[in-house]
Nanobody
Framework: QVQLQESGPGLVKPSQTLSLTCTVS??????????WSWIRQPPGKGLEWIGY???????YYSPSLKSRTSISRDTSKNQFTLQLSSVTPEDTAVYYC?????????????WGQGTQVTVSS
């Protein structure tokens, strides 16, 4: 059974960098052919895909967030990390990490419980 757990600060000030880590247990993030994704849900809105880091280490980001997004990994800890720079209150959301089966953002089989991040001074 694969489990994902998000961790990181719940409050970030505007213009700062949001940093969240997803710790994976029950499976390796380097196993073919999984894509380890970050997704968020702003209050009152739908899910928004942010990006992923693939089993190979390659990354792909949402075009709308690409300039501010970086996803990296620590294979020794079986973790992957999201960094979102220059945040504004519009980045307030519940942030989820999830495993994508095909890299197309349409087939997730495991999710973290989500973590609330609020951007406010």
């Amino acid at each position: 059974q694969v489990q994902l757990q998000e961790s990181g600060p719940g409050l970030v000030k505007p213009s700062q960098t949001l940093s969240l880590t997803c710790t994976v247990s029950g499976g390796s993030i380097t196993t073919n052919y999984y894509y380890w994704s970050w997704i968020r849900q702003p209050p009152g809105k739908g899910l928004e895909w942010i990006g992923y880091i693939a089993y190979s280490g390659s990354t792909y980001y949402s075009p709308s967030l690409k300039s501010r997004t970086s996803i990296s990994r620590d294979t020794s800890k079986n973790q992957f990390t999201l960094q979102l720079s220059s945040v504004t209150p519009e980045d307030t959301a519940v942030y989820y990490c999830a495993r994508d089966l095909n890299g197309l953002g349409s087939n997730y089989d495991y999710w973290g419980q989500g973590t609330q991040v609020t951007v406010s001074s």
